[in-house]
């Protein structure tokens, strides 16, 4: 009966002992124990058994058994899908966007989150692109009610981004707070009496940190919506850097660099110092859900201790580890996005550094850059990085060599990838790029400096021709030469 008992050589099993035991094996092993008879290829192919293997390696997490006709299909249709993005980010096949502003306006800073592209101007100006329908109309985020009619608003300092909120600061002190799911008007705005140096926006949650003076302020809305002032801190120096840990329940707690004090801010321990030495700056930090990254930097009389990378966990407030060796200082660190116990860090001795935090050792440093890199971001094979020189380049990790590169004029500030699209930001250091003379508002000499946004997309479903005209498109089917299948803006060999 091949319902109730499957034969297991000598002995009768039934069907649900016989499933147990199949779900020990691997999706090679099922193949195999599928070509023995057909009572086993029906118990090899039990939607059970393939479910369980999707759930396990990733895929369609969402999903419930009773969603999918054939489970070993869904599986075998989504690693085929990811082996062919794995094989576009590699060759650079995919379809590229600028995503434009009107002209006379200069970028002033840029935050992605899955795909929603916020950037704020000199104008005053904060927009929003959602790169995840090629829909790259960008909405202007309304300003308070009655703001900047006496005259020019003031620039944009600080935008950040995530799930549900938008935040920007201006360079009078103002924070405007957008919900994305309510309109383009602001649910909240406050003023610092000064200016900001740094605003943090958690990936989940509604807490807004913001750092003025010698000041950081928390607010976050109640329970019936009304935003209040949660936490305010009082610092001793100017805050270089500042972070919310993800993944609190409670109270918000930020992690703030003051140049060389690394404070732990709880509103029930105001003044906790994680880490402070006397003359060793903080040049960057990072925060993930238990534990904070930075880099120190020392100087020419600390010959025996170079420039480093320290490691601490956020509950009991020690330091766990150190890595890196190197002169330069360490500009960009990313922790928060890397796989479990690895760490990625840029130099500005023009190195990538992936780290293995289990040993303290240094995995792999990747050299391409002419100046300092500005940014990076790393997952389980690939890593990007941007140089103040406008180079981003993609890396393999495990061969530890460079896939491709794409150049712009201004240095890189933000990077973000996710395993279908790249987002790139090249912010330049001159907000006020117009000389005197008859060039004043030439478009031409104004493009060259207003800085660029840069979408990518690798998916191949998404590369129908309602994104970029097909006209637009280079095929270069040949093998010789280099791969320039990215969808180039100029209108080339389709001619």
């Known amino acids: 009966n091949e319902i109730n008992e499957v034969p297991f050589f000598d002995v009768q099993l039934p069907y649900e002992l016989a499933l147990k035991i199949f779900q020990y094996l691997g999706r090679a092993e099922l193949g195999r124990c599928a070509q023995v008879s057909r009572t086993w290829k029906i118990l090899a192919e039990d939607e059970v058994l393939w479910y369980r293997l999707c759930q396990e390696e990733g895929y369609l997490l969402d999903m419930s058994i009773s969603d999918q006709s054939c489970w070993k299909v869904a599986l075998k249709n989504c690693r085929a899908r990811e082996r062919t993005l794995k094989y576009n980010w590699k060759n650079r096949i995919g379809a590229v966007s600028q995503l434009r ?22 104008s005053g100006e904060v927009r929003l692109w ?45 924070v405007s707070v957008w919900n994305l799911l309510l309109g383009r008007g602001p649910i909240h705005h406050y003023q610092h009496n000064q200016r900001i140096q740094a605003l943090a926006l958690g990936p989940e949650g509604s ?3 913001t750092a003025s003076g010698f000041e950081v302020k928390v607010e976050t809305p109640e329970d019936r919506g009304f935003w209040q002032t949660t936490a305010t801190f009082e610092i001793q120096k ?40 006397y003359g060793q700056p903080v040049t960057c930090l990072d925060v993930s859900a238990h534990e904070a990254a930075f880099g120190i930097k020392t100087f020419g009389w600390l010959l025996n201790e170079p420039n480093q990378i320290l490691l601490y966990n956020l509950e009991t407030n020690q330091c766990l580890t150190k890595v890196g060796n190197s002169i330069g200082d360490f500009t960009c660190v990313n922790l928060h996005d890397s796989p479990p116990h690895m760490l990625v860090a840029g130099n500005k001795d023009r190195k990538v550094r992936v780290f293995d935090l289990r040993g303290g050792q240094s995995v792999c440093s990747l050299y391409a850059h002419q100046l300092g890199v500005s940014a990076v971001q790393m997952d389980d094979w690939k890593i990007v990085s941007g140089g103040e020189e406008g180079l981003v ?41 117009r000389g005197s003379g008859s060039a004043d508002d030439d478009p031409a000499v104004h493009r060259k400096y207003r800085g660029i946004i840069y979408s990518y997309e690798f998916s191949g479903e998404q590369l129908a021709g309602d ?23 100029m209108p080339y060999d389709s001619i």
């Open 101 to 122: 502003y009107e002209l006379g306006k200069v970028l002033c800073d840029v935050h992605s989150w899955d795909g929603v592209v916020i950037a704020g101007y000199t």
């Open 393 to 433: 380049c993609v890396w393999d990790q495990r061969m530890g060599t460079k896939l491709w590169e794409m150049h712009a004029r201004h240095p890189v500030r933000h990077v973000w990838f996710n395993s279908h699209s790249l987002i790139t930001a090249n912010i330049p250091e001159e907000r006020n790029p």
């Open 238 to 277: 100017l805050v270089n850097f500042l972070n919310l840990v993800p993944d609190v329940t409670g109270s918000p707690v930020a992690v703030a660099a003051a140049e060389d004090i690394v404070y732990l801010l709880k509103a029930e321990d105001p003044g906790k110092i994680l880490h402070s030495v």
């Open 207 to 209: 807490a807004v940190a």
């Open 130 to 174: 959602d790169t995840r329908t090629w829909d790259y109309t960008a909405p202007i985020l309304e300003a308070v009610p009655g703001a900047g009619e006496a005259g020019p608003r003031p620039h944009v300092s600080f935008v950040r981004i995530n799930s549900s909120l938008a935040v920007a600061a201006h360079e009078d002190g103002t």
């Open 467 to 489: 994104s970029v005209l097909p006209i637009c498109r280079s095929s270069y089917d040949e093998l010789t030469g280099y791969n320039y299948n990215i969808g180039l803006a």
